[in-house]
């Protein structure tokens, strides 16, 4: 299994702000995801980020409102830019088992409010 | 299109009741299938998934779900829920490395 911190856990912030989540993994993973859960809906995936390739973007998320890094192995940050109040969501960072069947690990999640 | 559906929004159940929770799915195909639960204020924790092999699958917490290939059907049971299986629970299913999850379902379990 794999323990996944993320930060900042909750945040509230101005429109037409960025805000960068952090995500750091206890071990070395190949694929890591952010997904996004708006109140009272599921998880919907916003991209893969693989260490040394661009992420790469599920439809209808684009990388100049959700840029993400990923330096390594067990680093990555999503950051959310100009933020509305339609962005106000849970936003979550999960990880492969890296054991080639997906079995996916996610952080507590970060808890975006926009004003 | 690739989807999961989750019949129950909102299931109250007095403690010592018995929980079935649907979860339909369309995928084409191989999947894995996956049920992950939320308790409030906590992470998403994984109960118990399917990937091969024998369809009725045992997680934790005495929890239990039945893949049903023609059905396209992976129901979640637990034959007697607790006040502390209170959370919100997905269904998921996978191909390769995407997951597509349900809408959730929100259990709460009266003492």
């Known amino acids: 299994s794999a323990v996944i911190s993320q930060k900042p856990s909750r945040d509230i912030c101005q429109r037409g702000t960025s805000l960068t989540i952090q995500c750091q993994v206890d071990?070395?993973?190949?694929?890591m995801f952010w997904y996004r859960q708006q109140p009272g809906q599921s998880l919907t995936l916003i991209a893969t980020?693989?260490?040394?390739?661009?992420?790469?973007?599920e439809s209808g998320f684009v990388i100049d409102k959700f840029p993400i890094s990923r330096p390594n192995l067990t680093f990555s940050t999503l950051t959310v830019s100009n933020m509305s109040p339609e962005d106000s969501s849970i936003y979550l960072c999960?990880?492969?088992?890296?054991?080639?069947?997906?079995?996916?690990?996610f952080g507590q999640g970060t808890r975006l409010t926009v004003v | 299109a690739q989807s999961v559906s989750q019949h129950n929004h909102h299931v109250i159940l007095s403690e010592a009741a018995s929980l079935e929770l649907g979860c339909n799915y369309s995928?084409?195909?191989?999947?894995?299938l996956f049920w992950y639960v939320q308790y409030p204020g906590q992470h998403l924790q994984l109960l118990l998934k399917y990937f091969s092999g024998d369809p009725l699958v045992k997680g934790i917490k005495g929890f239990e779900a039945e893949f049903i290939k023609s059905k396209f059907s992976f129901n979640l049971r637990k034959p007697s829920v607790q006040w502390s299986d209170t959370a919100e629970y997905f269904c998921a299913v996978s191909g390769t490395y995407k997951y597509i999850f349900g809408t959730g379902t929100r259990l709460k379990v009266l003492a």
């Open positions: 999960s990880v492969e088992d890296g054991q080639g069947r997906v079995e996916a690990f």
């Open positions: 071990s070395q993973v190949t694929m």
């Open positions: 995928y084409g195909g191989t999947v894995n």
């Open positions: 980020a693989n260490q040394g390739s661009e992420a790469t973007y």
